[in-house]
């Protein structure tokens, strides 16, 4: 069956590093997204991509980037993690006539 | 731009009562409306949607929403609640057909006493 999985689904950082988080997605959706989810805001979409080569920023995008080099992946690299930035990530794939099937999460705590 | 209001953190409802998860939209267009659950350390679920036709629209596990363009609203609804559909719910809109990502609501717990 087709699926989509985060790895790891747990991460503890310290401050300044660098951290890439994985989605892996074997729907063969053109559309990927990276979300995240904080108590008291829902989920916040943090960049997305609507096929190979193509990235777009969402509405919490500072300090996040994502790349596209494949139909399959969509991983999330935080450049220099911070504090503000321990959340649940959760990625999410759509293709064009479909709901958004969405990955297990990634509980990420940065110390 | 596309927003949704959930005004309920919970929702209390005892088992075997009616259940309804309330949530409001704003769109530019015509509105993709759709409904999740999240179980504890799990994903999210797709409930339902609705994209055009019939105002009620049925899903998984015996949920339904009705759609009321006047209210822009879309609630959840259930006839008999179960414990075991004791979850988060997130309502989640977008504006047009196509690509554009979902925008979601704050959520609601919904709370089921045996």
């Known amino acids: 069956d087709a699926e989509i999985t985060q790895s790891p689904r747990h991460k503890i950082t310290e401050t300044g590093r660098q951290v890439t988080l994985a989605c892996h997605q074997t729907?063969?959706?053109?559309?990927m997204f990276w979300y995240r989810q904080d108590l008291g805001h829902g989920l916040r979409l943090i960049h997305y991509s609507y096929g190979v080569q193509d990235t777009n920023k969402g509405e919490v995008s500072d300090g996040y980037s994502v790349s596209r080099s494949n139909t399959e992946d969509l991983p999330l690299t935080l450049e220099s993690a911070a504090s503000s930035q321990t959340s649940v990530y959760f990625c999410?794939?759509?293709?064009?006539?479909?709901?958004?099937?969405f990955g297990q999460g990634t509980r990420l705590t940065v110390v | 731009a596309q927003s949704v209001a959930q005004p309920e953190d919970q929702v209390n409802v005892a088992e075997g009562n009616p259940l309804t998860v309330k949530c409001t939209y704003s769109?530019?267009?015509?509105?993709?409306l759709f409904w999740y659950v999240q179980y504890p350390n799990r994903g999210l679920q797709f409930l339902l949607k609705y994209i055009t036709g019939d105002n009620l629209v049925k899903g998984s596990y015996g949920f339904e929403a009705e759609f009321n363009k006047s209210q822009t609203s879309f609630h959840l609804k259930k006839p008999s609640a179960l414990v075991s559909d004791s979850a988060l719910y997130f309502c989640a809109v977008r504006d047009r057909p196509g690509r554009r990502a979902l925008t979601f609501g704050s959520g609601t717990r919904l709370q089921v006493q045996p």
């Open positions: 999410a794939s759509r293709g064009e006539n479909t709901e958004a099937f």
């Open positions: 729907w063969n959706h053109n559309n």
């Open positions: 769109v530019s267009g015509n509105p993709y």
